[in-house]
């Protein structure tokens, strides 16, 4: 009997132990659904609804006037909506259309947790950037820079073909956001286009005076400041002008002293006249009001033009580069990985790429560009260096720089020529593109990266460098390469001696290794220039000021033209 009881009692116990599991096991099924349910209408069906005007945000979000003038308090729903409702304030300080929406420049401020406060450019109700933002609670802080762009490519502005194909050239405006500070979002950057891409010959009106495209995009690049007294400059030394101030230009021959002011300076913030200090440079014309300066960036292969707005948005956002300093990004047929070859002949050697890349030349020259900086980086050298035979009678030779502007022949001031770990033969640049280009630019750098497994692929793919006995290695990884002449072991022996000769003869240009960088940098440690904060600095002191390698503190001399960074590597702690 006993045993019967106790085999019933366990069945009886296993029933209820199988009853109870599967009780619990639908309970958390039934609410998982639920919290899913729950998402999708907050996060998806709400925001469609109200979109389309079917609910009213004013009645979910308890909207109501805080007083004040453009501000308001609403309830956050974010966070136990039912259980500890909390209210929160908007406002708004700036510019608005016939409808009361934020429009041109303005400033909103949130202090909900997930809120931003955000000052800048606005179209109808829509931050468009530029604009600089801070999250209220966590402090993360982003950045939406505009960037113009010219593109010879069939293709979109999100996509690149497989196979590279020319087309006209088109022109366009576009606004990229980025992360600068904090957290970093994995979504980062986000690009726009915000014009075009349009026909050049169609990209004008009345807004910049009825030039050509170039005058079109420009004149609608700009920074998120709405005061541009001049508040700090950079005065450098140089060898042809004497004294270079950052931002301004001057018509004397050569400027031996420069005299700066502080002057007392009228300006509105949020409706009432206010006294503000402002530096003034005697002799000097501010650039904002004369012909600017161009930063003209040439990316890659297999790089849409939204990636190359990503590439050069983020290295503006971190750089912090003056508003005198216009970007211009150049997009050409650039492939895919699978048809490298064809990226090369078709996209960087092509007669379209090089005729398109001599129309925006010649446009910037027109449009009365005062300097230009070339910024490339992989193969997009090859394409600046394989065109230069074609587009050098468009640059202003060196040794014109030292007349007065009246006296300067017709030519496009070329200010810096920078490569970033070129994808170029480096024989074809000492021998040929090299003497060509010195004469048009007195400070020509090179990064490289004698690591670089993407240059190391393709010095394999076209069978050049250490591959094979009669090739010679890319830019990018001769670091220490680019000079004429070598190492060679003397002819007699020299007692007690060193038995080597050095007859290399350095090129006039700046090369900095990175090959010792780590923070920042990917595997294959070919493209990290615009997020490593040494290259950052050190490119915009390049850009800006306009400085020799020998001149940038945090660069250490090596050898010949070459410079090391001053930096510890990132496992280097204190203990």
Same mark, same amino acid.
């Given at each position: ?36 349910? $729950?998402? =999708? ?21 308890? $909207? ?7 501000? *308001? ?22 510019? =608005?259309?016939? &409808? ?19 000052? /800048? ?55 990229? !956001? ?9 979504? *980062? ?10 026909? @050049? ?5 009345? !807004? ?26 950079? #005065? ?5 002008? /004497? ?32 006294? !503000? ?38 290295? $503006? ?9 216009? @970007? ?20 960087? !050697? ?44 468009? *640059? ?30 480096? /024989?074809?640049?000492?021998? +040929?593109?090299?003497?060509? %280009? ?6 020509? +750098? ?26 010679? @290695? ?6 220490? &390469? ?11 022996? #020299? ?25 920042? =940098? ?13 290259? =950052? &600095? ?16 945090? %660069? ?8 090391? *960074? ?10």
């Amino acid at each position: 009997i006993n045993a019967e009881y106790m085999g019933i009692t366990q069945k009886c116990v296993a029933f209820q132990s199988q009853h109870t599991r599967t009780a619990v096991m639908s309970t958390v099924i039934v609410l998982e659904l639920l919290a899913l349910l $729950l998402w =999708v209408y907050l996060h998806v069906v709400h925001t469609r609804l109200v979109q389309r005007g079917w609910y009213s945000p004013r009645r979910w979000y308890h $909207l109501a006037p805080y007083g004040i003038r453009n501000a *308001f308090t609403f309830t956050s729903h974010s966070r136990f909506p039912y259980i500890f409702p909390r209210n929160y304030t908007c406002m708004y300080k700036g510019h =608005v259309d016939e &409808e009361g929406r934020p429009h041109e420049w303005g400033q909103w401020l949130d202090d909900s947790p997930n809120g931003e406060s955000m000052q /800048g450019w606005w179209d109808h109700g829509v931050p468009v950037g530029p604009f600089v933002s801070r999250e209220s609670q966590s402090g993360y802080a982003f950045s939406c820079v505009r960037i113009g762009f010219a593109m010879a490519r069939a293709d979109s502005p999100q996509s690149s073909s497989f196979l590279p194909k020319p087309a006209p050239l088109t022109c366009g405006v576009g606004a990229v !956001e980025c992360s600068t500070s904090g957290k970093f979002f994995r979504s *980062f950057p986000l690009v726009s286009i915000l014009v075009g891409p349009l026909d @050049p010959g169609l990209a004008t009106d009345s !807004e910049c005076g009825g030039g050509n495209w170039i005058n079109f995009c420009l004149a609608r690049v700009f920074q998120a400041q709405a005061n541009v007294q001049c508040k700090y400059v950079m #005065v450098s030394a140089d060898e042809d002008c /004497g004294i270079l101030v950052s931002g301004h230009d001057c018509d004397q021959e050569v400027v031996e002293e420069v005299t700066i002011r502080r002057e007392r300076a009228l300006a509105l913030v949020e409706g009432r006249r206010t006294d !503000e200090s402002a530096l003034r440079i005697e002799g000097w014309r501010s650039l904002l009001q004369t012909n600017c300066e161009v930063l003209l960036f040439i990316p890659g292969f297999n790089q849409s033009l939204a990636d190359t707005l990503k590439t050069l948005g983020q290295l $503006l956002c971190l750089g912090g580069f003056p508003p005198h300093i216009k @970007p211009l990004v150049f997009s050409y047929p650039a492939g895919r990985i699978p048809t490298y070859f064809q990226a090369k002949a078709v996209g960087a !050697e092509g007669d379209e790429t090089a005729s398109a890349l001599q129309q925006i030349l010649r446009d910037l020259l027109a449009a009365g560009c005062r300097q230009l900086h070339i910024l490339a980086h992989s193969m997009g050298a090859h394409v600046f260096l394989s065109s230069l035979r074609r587009t050098c009678s468009l *640059f202003l030779p060196v040794v014109s720089a030292r007349r007065p502007q009246d006296a300067l022949p017709y030519g496009l001031p070329l200010g810096t020529c920078t490569f970033l770990n070129p994808d170029s033969p480096r /024989g074809a640049f000492i021998s +040929t593109h090299f003497p060509t %280009l010195r004469q048009f630019c007195s400070r020509i +750098t090179m990064y490289g990266d004698s690591n670089d497994t993407a240059l190391r692929w393709s010095e394999l793919l076209n069978r050049t460098g250490r591959y094979k006995r009669w090739g010679t @290695p890319s830019m990018g990884r001769g670091v220490f &390469e680019m000079c004429q002449g070598q190492v060679v072991r003397r002819s007699t022996s #020299v007692p007690m001696g060193n038995p080597f000769e050095d007859r290399r003869v350095f090129l006039d240009m700046d090369v900095v290794d990175t090959t010792w960088v780590q923070n920042n =940098v990917q595997d294959i440690r070919h493209s990290f220039f615009n997020l490593n904060r040494e290259l =950052v &600095e050190d490119l915009r002191e390049l850009i800006v000021a306009r400085k020799r390698a020998a001149g940038r503190p945090r %660069l250490v001399h090596r050898v010949g033209n070459v410079y090391s *960074f001053l930096a510890a590597p990132s496992c280097v702690v204190n203990r």
